[in-house]
C-alpha cells in the first residue's frame, strides 16, 4: 500500500466508494442472530491498513481518542453486571473501536476530491427517492425487502387499515426519520451562507426531501439550526437575505406538505406538531411510557448503568427513541459524559472557528444533537459513517489552521 500523496488519493476514492455503497447498497445478513454486515465492517481491515501507513499524519489528540476509551467502559459495564450477556452485546465494544478508526480513516481523505463526487452522490440519492415517492412497484419492492423497508414501504401513502393517507418518504434508509436525517446532511452541505442561486436552489431542493419525509423531529431540528442562527450569527446574511432563505424554506415546507398529502387530501403527519396535537398521541404516549420506565432503571445504576442489554430491548419490544436516554441506561452518567463530549468537543472547535466548513460542522452537531433528543441517530450506521465524515472534516479544517498559524 503506497503512502504520501497517492495514498490520500487512494483513501479518498475509498471513502467516496464507502458512502455510495452505505447508501445505495444493502447490508448483508448472514445470520439473524448476528448484526448485517455494513460496508465500514467490510473495509475495516483496509482502512486499518491506510491508518498505519499514514499514521504520522493522523490527529492522535486526546478528542481522537475518546471512541476508544468509550468501547473500554462499554467492556468495563459489561464486565461488572451480572445479568445474562449476549453475544450482539459485544458488538457495542466494536461498535466504538470502528467509529474511531473510521473518524482516524476519514481524517487522511482530500476533501478537495471528495467533493467533486457529492453532487453525484446526491442526484442518485433524488433518483431513487423520487421514484420511490411516486410509487414504482419495482423500486418500493425491493425498498421493503433489500433495504429494511418493512411495514414503512409496505404502507407508504396507507394507513394502517390499506386506505389512503399521507406519504412519508422512506428511502434506502429504512425509515422516514433516517431519511430526513440523511437529506439534512445534504442541506447543510449546500447551506447558502454564500448566497447564490445555486447554493439556494440545492439547499431548498435537499429541503424538499427532508419535509417529505414528514418527520417531526426534522422540523425541530431545522428550528433550532435558524433559532441558533438568528441569536449567534445574525449577520450571517443581510435583511433581505433573511427574508430569503425563510420565505423560501416555508414555501417548500407547503409545497412538500402538498405533495405528501396528495394536494391537501389527507392529514399532514407533521401538523401534529404545528398544532399541539403530538403531544396526545399514540407515538409520543409510547414514548412518555418508554421514558419513565427507562428513566426508573437508570436510578438503580446511575454510575455504570446496567450494560448494552441488547436481550432487554428485544425480549420487552422496547425502542428507547432517545439517544441521551439509552446511553444513560446502557453506560450510567459516566457513559453519558462520553458521549457527549463526542459532540461537545468539536462543536467548541467548530464554533471557536466559524469559517464556512466550521459553521456547516456546527449546525451539523445541531441536527444531530436535537436528532437524538427522539431517535437514536449514531445506532444507524450510515447517518453515523456521515457523522464520522462530517467531524473529520471539521477536524482536518481547525488542523490545517493550527498548522498555518504554528
Known amino acids: 500500500m503506497m503512502s504520501g500523496p497517492k495514498s490520500k488519493v487512494w483513501a479518498t476514492y475509498l471513502g467516496v466508494f464507502m458512502v455510495f455503497a452505505s447508501l445505495y447498497l444493502p447490508a448483508i445478513m448472514l445470520r439473524s442472530s448476528l448484526p448485517s454486515i455494513h460496508i465500514l465492517d467490510l473495509f475495516f481491515p483496509v482502512m486499518l491498513g491506510f491508518i498505519w501507513i499514514n499514521r504520522s499524519q493522523i490527529n492522535t489528540g486526546f478528542s481522537s481518542w475518546i471512541p476508544f476509551v468509550f468501547s473500554g467502559f462499554v467492556l468495563i459495564s459489561i464486565v461488572i453486571q451480572g445479568h445474562h450477556t449476549s453475544t450482539s452485546d459485544y458488538f457495542e465494544v466494536y461498535k466504538w473501536i470502528k467509529f474511531g478508526t473510521a473518524l482516524w480513516f476519514f481524517s487522511l481523505l482530500d476533501y478537495s476530491l471528495f467533493k467533486r463526487f457529492i453532487p453525484w452522490i446526491f442526484g442518485v440519492l433524488i433518483v431513487i427517492n423520487t421514484i420511490h415517492f411516486f410509487e414504482f412497484n419495482l423500486m418500493n419492492s425491493v425498498l421493503e425487502h433489500y433495504y429494511n423497508g418493512g411495514l414503512q414501504i409496505r404502507y407508504f401513502g396507507k ?62 431540528f431545522i428550528f433550532c439550526i435558524f433559532a441558533f442562527l438568528v441569536v449567534f450569527k445574525p449577520r450571517i446574511w443581510t435583511i433581505k437575505q433573511w427574508g430569503i432563505i425563510v420565505l423560501s424554506s416555508v414555501c417548500t415546507f407547503f409545497l412538500a406538505w402538498m405533495f405528501a398529502t396528495s394536494f391537501f387530501q389527507f392529514t399532514s403527519y407533521n401538523n401534529s406538531l404545528l398544532d399541539g396535537t403530538v403531544f396526545y398521541s399514540g407515538s409520543a404516549r409510547g414514548r412518555l411510557e418508554t421514558w419513565n420506565l427507562l428513566g426508573k432503571m437508570i436510578l438503580e445504576e446511575p454510575i455504570f448503568g446496567h450494560g448494552p ?54 449546525l451539523m452537531l445541531i441536527m444531530i444533537l436535537v436528532s437524538a433528543l427522539t431517535n437514536n441517530p449514531l445506532t444507524e450506521r450510515n447517518i453515523e459513517l456521515l457523522f464520522c465524515i462530517g467531524i473529520a472534516w471539521i477536524f482536518q479544517k481547525h488542523q490545517i489552521k493550527e498548522t498555518a498559524y504554528a
Open 159 to 220: 394507513d394502517s387499515l390499506g386506505a389512503p393517507a399521507v406519504k412519508r418518504l422512506v428511502g434506502t434508509m429504512g425509515n422516514p426519520n433516517i431519511n430526513a436525517l440523511l437529506f439534512g446532511f445534504f442541506s447543510l452541505y449546500y447551506f447558502p451562507i454564500q448566497m447564490n442561486r445555486k447554493n439556494l436552489g440545492l439547499f431548498l431542493l435537499s429541503l424538499l426531501f427532508v419535509f417529505l419525509c414528514q418527520s417531526r423531529t426534522a422540523l425541530l
Open 309 to 362: 442489554y441488547k436481550e432487554y430491548f428485544y425480549q420487552n419490544h422496547i425502542y428507547s427513541e432517545n439517544e441521551y436516554i439509552l446511553m444513560s441506561w446502557r453506560y450510567g452518567l459516566l457513559g453519558l459524559f462520553l458521549y457527549l463530549t463526542i459532540f461537545l468537543i468539536p462543536f467548541k472547535k467548530s464554533y471557536a472557528s466559524m469559517n464556512e466548513t466550521s459553521l456547516k460542522g456546527t
